[in-house]
């Protein structure tokens, strides 16, 4: 156990060569290597699952500016509209109270006229009627100054009238 | 029981191999060694067949078995140069790990004379090669990271007089390396002969676990780490 032997030593240090070898080439590299593959195609699939929720995200932001954006459109062209409305609305309101408000004019001128013509027809009538009563009282006695003047006074009034 | 003993603690001659005219005498050390090589070398093919990035039962049990080598030296070493060294000491360890339990595979049958698992690392030669080996490493990783210059520099520092000291370094790194490994296993292995001779039923079993097991896995770690200490200071 304790003497020197050449021989094994020798032997040892190949055989340690060789099992050095054959491990690392079966055993260390082929593990090694695969398990640091392994590490990238994990971090390179953390990497793929970031990235897509980022670009999720994106989207999402994008497509939420987009509705405030739609919403925005619609309610200024809502506005607009409801403006628009509001002036044609305005605007026939207004024509139909001038309408209505001629018309009434005319209605009102109408009446004054027909008033004025039945007044004249009337005072023609009254007149002719006076007239008549008239002659009839000139007939029964036209001879005094009286009569005459009274007679003159009730025609203007008649026509006053 | 001391010749008993003496025999078991002894190399054997199994066989006597013949090259080129040149006798070389080969020990059960060796033989065990070459057991212990094809089981480790058997065992690394079977598990890393077919590896694929979804493991299976056997590359998880690989899996396991070289991220916890690769962790140790990464923690001794650093993370710049562990990877070109983590291949060298996970096979001393690995070896290690089963040259030092052997014994408790000792299922071939057969008596005193026939050939027996025993612990090659029980033998003076087998732990000075393979202290030697790491010490050849510590000068392979100073010269390679750091340039011949450099690591000659390297026994100048802190301070010249520190010359001789760094020097023998050098010798006494591969000396206590080698020296604790062979002690503590040929400790063990005397206790547990002697527990085989004087206690041969149940006591082995629960003492082997201190005496095989936990001596056996701690050396090899012991033996394994101060190696990545070593590299780790040559690489300063």
Redesign the interface.
Known sequence: ??E??R???I???L??????L???K???????N??E??KS?IEQGLKDAENARTEAAEAHKKYDEQMKNIKLDGDKLLNELRAKAAREYDGIVANAKKDALAIIQKGHEDVERERDEMLKQTKQQIAILAIAAATKLVQANMDTEANKAMVDKFIDEAGAV | MGEKLTHAMEPHNVFTMNLFGLKIPVSDLVVTMWVIMAVMIILAVFLTRKLTLIPNKRQNIAEIVVEFINNMVKDAIGPHYWKAFAPYLGTVILFLIFANTVSIFNIIPGGEEGFKLRPPTRNINVTLCLAVMSICVVIYAGIRYKGVGGWLKSFAKPTPVMLPFNILDYLIKPASLALRLFGNILGAFIVMELIYMALPVFAPAFLSLYFDLFDGILQAYVFMFLTSIYISEALE
């Open positions: 156990m304790l020197p032997d021989y094994t030593f032997f040892v240090a055989n340690l060569i060789i099992l050095f054959l491990m690392r079966f055993l260390f590299k082929p593990i090694t695969l398990m593959e392994r195609s």
